[in-house]
């Protein structure tokens, strides 16, 4: 039988959890999608004062502004930052290589695979190492750890925190929060801007918590490395035709 503290400590890490599922769903939700109405309702409302408190207020126009015409610009924001050639790609591929569905999104589908879950893209071109659906899985394992705690399995509980662990070591830390500084630099609407801020502070913050000071040295490097680019062979242009 547990002891009243150990009770109490239960009771603070199953709402931890549910605290950090929450809002890695809201940051994967802001990377992987255009803002639609059902979301820009939501940053209208129940999102707008935790945002604000977090350091990423709502910008004022998205509250009072018409909501078509707010959703228009922030897709022509979203295309512009995230789509169109020369945008900050949110692929862990492309930041790490230059190139789409590398190693990395091979990585990325094992571990979804292993841990039940199914990638399904919602367009075509899209892959498992977007750091949207990254963030998504992340905010999954979250979730499962706090059900685990509400249902008194600890062992699973401990297993599954292991692997989100392992998961935002191994397939995040090295390239997530240096990927979204550059992408926040690049913004030009306040909204992604503050997102994206949000999302490299979050990304620290939990690993710090999880990281051995060396390692998080070698993390710091990497993501201070910028994204890979690959220099074109003019040549090679003037072969092909391109």
Same mark, same amino acid.
């Given at each position: 039988?547990?002891?009243?503290?150990?009770?109490?400590?239960?009771?603070?890490?199953?709402?931890?959890?549910?605290?950090?599922?929450? +809002?890695?769903?809201?940051?994967?939700? !802001?990377?992987?999608?255009?803002?639609?109405?059902?979301?820009?309702?939501?940053?209208?409302?129940?999102?707008?004062?935790?945002?604000?408190?977090?350091?990423?207020?709502?910008?004022?126009?998205?509250?009072?502004?018409?909501?078509?015409?707010?959703?228009?610009? +922030?897709?022509?924001?979203? !295309?512009?930052?995230?789509?169109?050639?020369?945008?900050?790609?949110?692929?862990?591929?492309?930041?790490?290589?230059?190139?789409?569905?590398?190693?990395?999104?091979?990585?990325?589908?094992? %571990?979804?695979?292993?841990?039940?879950?199914? &990638?399904?893209?919602?367009?075509?071109?899209?892959?498992?190492?977007?750091?949207?659906?990254?963030?998504?899985?992340?905010?999954?394992?979250?979730? *499962?750890?706090?059900?685990?705690?509400?249902?008194?399995?600890?062992?699973?509980?401990?297993?599954?925190?292991?692997? *989100?662990?392992? &998961?935002?070591?191994?397939?995040?830390?090295?390239?997530?929060?240096? %990927?979204?500084?550059?992408?926040?630099?690049?913004?030009?609407?306040?909204?992604?801007?503050?997102?994206?801020?949000?999302?490299?502070?979050?990304? %620290?913050?939990?690993? !710090?918590?999880?990281?051995?000071?060396?390692?998080?040295?070698?993390?710091?490097?990497?993501?201070? *490395?910028?994204? !890979?680019?690959?220099?074109?062979?003019?040549?090679?242009?003037?072969?092909?035709?391109?």
């Amino acid at each position: 039988m547990q002891t009243l503290i150990e009770q109490v400590a239960h009771g603070v890490r199953q709402d931890e959890c549910k605290a950090q599922s929450a +809002l890695f769903r809201l940051l994967a939700r !802001t990377l992987e999608y255009e803002v639609d109405e059902a979301f820009l309702e939501r940053l209208r409302g129940e999102l707008q004062e935790p945002l604000a408190e977090s350091g990423a207020p709502v910008p004022q126009d998205m509250l009072d502004g018409d909501a078509n015409e707010i959703i228009a610009n +922030l897709a022509v924001e979203y !295309t512009a930052l995230f789509v169109q050639p020369g945008a900050i790609s949110p692929y862990a591929s492309v930041f790490e290589t230059g190139s789409m569905a590398q190693v990395q999104c091979d990585r990325a589908t094992r %571990w979804y695979q292993e841990n039940g879950f199914a &990638f399904k893209h919602r367009y075509s071109g899209e892959f498992p190492d977007h750091v949207g659906t990254m963030l998504a899985f992340v905010s999954a394992l979250f979730e *499962r750890e706090a059900n685990a705690l509400e249902q008194g399995d600890e062992a699973l509980a401990e297993e599954i925190r292991q692997s *989100r662990e392992r &998961f935002l070591i191994e397939e995040i830390g090295g390239w997530a929060p240096g %990927w979204a500084k550059v992408a926040a630099q690049a913004a030009q609407h306040p909204f992604y801007e503050h997102m994206l801020n949000l999302t490299e502070r979050v990304l %620290w913050d939990e690993l !710090t918590q999880i990281v051995p000071p060396r390692r998080m040295r070698e993390l710091t490097e990497k993501n201070a *490395r910028g994204p !890979t680019v690959i220099k074109k062979d003019p040549g090679f242009r003037k072969a092909s035709g391109l």
